[in-house]
């Protein structure tokens, strides 16, 4: 047996300038009434939109929500106006399928900060191969450098250059291999997630 739940749908226009913009709404409950067979609750939801229309989507309301009895009420800075109210009966599965949905979409943000991560190291292993060839070139000249000069200054300068520009290249292969790591974590914490859901589905 299907399991349904209610959402409120509310197109808000203020100035009408940009396209329709979809949005959900987390609201809280800041009244109650109860009556001998029903209840009046009143909620309450604060959200900064920009100009044009907008759908707020309300979330997590009660099974035996009667439609006609749905009243809203809106008031910001600019002129407001409510343009269309209805409530929609959605369907456990399709629930969990948009739920999926919002899911597969982090999964790929995630992936692009991977990759990112990914180019970061490979750019930063470029530039450790060249310093280290870089320090080996230089250890080879300052050894033949000291047989003429003790002193070989601009040779100990160039060394100490290669050695905190290693030192930078070895932190940052660190912090990315660590953002790689983590964001590879939260990808798959999320497909656990997916395959947990799909099984719901199924059952």
């Known amino acids: ?86 409530v929609e009966q959605r369907f456990t599965t399709e629930i969990q399928q948009d739920n999926i949905k919002i899911l597969e979409r982090q999964i790929d943000s995630l992936t692009q900060l991977m990759q990112i991560a990914y180019d970061e190291v490979a750019v930063y292993e470029s530039k450790k191969e060249f310093v280290e060839a870089l320090k080996v070139q230089s250890s080879k000249s300052i050894n033949e450098k000291m047989l003429l000069d003790i002193k070989s200054t ?16 070895y932190k940052g292969i660190r912090e990315e291999n660590r953002k790689r790591s983590y964001y590879e974590q939260q990808i798959n914490a999320i497909k656990k ?10 059952l």
């Open 1 to 86: 047996m299907k399991k349904a739940a209610f959402y409120l749908c509310l197109i808000l226009g203020i100035g009408f300038i940009h396209p329709q913009e979809e949005r959900k709404v987390d609201s809280k409950v800041i009244s109650a009434t109860v009556f001998k067979n029903r209840a009046l609750v009143t909620r309450e939801a604060q959200l900064d939109i920009s100009k044009g229309k907008h759908k707020l989507t309300f979330s997590n309301l009660p099974v035996d929500l009667q439609n006609e009895s749905v009243r809203i009420s809106a008031e910001g800075s600019g002129v407001t106006k409510i343009l269309d109210v209805k």
């Open 154 to 169: 601009n040779l100990n300068e160039m060394l100490h250059y290669i050695e905190n520009n290693l030192t930078q290249i």
């Open 193 to 202: 997630e997916i395959s947990e859901r799909e099984k719901d589905k199924k």
